[in-house]
Nanobody
């Protein structure tokens, strides 16, 4: 299993970015997918996850209403649309895959998001 995250960059507060995570695995739709982030000097934290069909999503309180996770099983890709970004959203964002919600066995390399005030 390989996960390749992309789409990070520098954005001003209030701006938007869309992260993508392209997956290489036997059957992408078998996997639940998640996004996590790690800010400098802090531990990695959960951001959002999505079930196999895309019909169920869950968000951390800190991003609820601003971020949207989605997936395209035909393209083996999961997305994270991030709107109204805040400086505290600055972090390296990682995508992850697992066979059950909350149990992630595979991780991507991360993409850096920097939000300037």
């Amino acid at each position: 299993v390989q996960l390749q995250a992309s789409g990070g960059g520098l954005v001003q507060a209030g701006g938007s970015l869309r992260l993508s995570c392209a997956a290489s695995m036997h059957i992408f739709s078998n996997y639940v997918m998640g996004w996590f982030r790690q800010a400098p000097g802090k531990e990695r934290e959960f951001v959002a996850d999505i079930n196999w069909s895309g019909g169920s999503t869950y968000y951390a309180d800190s991003v609820k209403g601003r971020f949207t996770i989605s997936r395209d099983n035909a393209k083996d890709t999961v997305y994270l649309q991030m709107n109204n970004l805040k400086p505290e959203d600055t972090a390296v964002y990682y995508c992850a895959a697992g066979l059950r919600i909350g149990e992630y066995d595979h991780w991507g390399q991360g993409t850096l998001v920097t939000v300037s005030s």
